[in-house]
């Protein structure tokens, strides 16, 4: 049960990564575009945010918590700024959603590495031992016999999705914007007839898609592996988006499928030891995560029903 317990812990963490940069593509697509460079807004979360923890932390001399939230936050606006060329790209010069998606991603990986030179002086990982936020324990919860330990030690940022979701399902669907931020990616033809402005709110989606994959990113490198490294993302953005289609494009059924690859993540890391675990190849342990995407996917795929205007380049006026 304490592995069991550890296991949840892990998937915690995972959870928060998927959920955050699964909830930015919710927001991007919901406004019409498509968003698969959401590894690549990560990434670029993941430098900026260890950089900002770095400089405002250690060399500033930074207490904590104000070190890390610089980090977080450095990650959040890097993320919106590098989103901002996938905005441009689909909304203002109407490239291919997925071209521009891929473009962002495969650019995100070099840019890394010439911004890891600059702020680091080498170009694949930082420095280790980063200042994090104190780890906490969940009251109550962490005293739960087996399972308490999945309670305890966890950053108090995983806590941040629990808060912001019933929230964000307010705004979508009981706010004006987040009205009109539907009929964008619905019918924006329709949109447009009532005298709001498309484009404005298609660069808001993909804005925030960036802003929430990039403090997801800075997030796994702040306060998770506490430092920088290249490729240290493993694909969790194209997990995110899987879990925002099986979720269909709704922030509340996204916590769920968050959770589920979140823990298919963990087991692979907490049971490695088990007997039966080291009896099998590390690559095959390894693919768990990535057979339960495909495996769940191939059973929701016709299930799910996107937003009937994303990915569609829309030809009326930008303004």
Known sequence: MSKLGFAISIAFTYFTIIYLTGLGGLFSERSGIVNIGLEGLMIIGTVSGSFGA???????????????????????????????????????????????GVV?????????????????????????GQPHLHVISIPLLSSIPAFGRAFQGLSPFVLFPFLIVFPVWWVLNRTRWGLRLRSAGENPEATRSLGVAVAPLRWEGVLISGALAGLAGAFLSVEIVNNWREGQTLGLGFIALAALILSNWNPIRLM???????????????????????????????????VVTIVVLAGFIGRVRPPAAAGKAYEGTTT
């Open 256 to 290: 769920g499928a968050a959770f589920l690859f979140g823990f298919a993540q963990a087991v692979p890391l907490a049971l490695r030891d088990w007997p039966i675990i080291r009896s099998i190849p590390e690559q095959f342990v390894n693919m768990t995560p990535y």
């Open 54 to 100: 770095y400089y405002f932390g250690a060399k500033l001399g930074w207490s904590v918590p104000a070190g890390p939230i610089m980090g977080l936050l450095l990650g959040l606006a890097c993320g919106a700024a590098f989103a901002s060329i996938h905005a441009l790209a689909t909304v203002t010069f109407k490239i291919d959603h997925i071209v521009s």
């Open 104 to 128: 962002i991603n495969l650019v995100a990986v070099g840019l890394a590495r010439f911004l890891s030179t600059i702020f680091f002086g080498q170009a694949t990982q930082s420095d280790p």
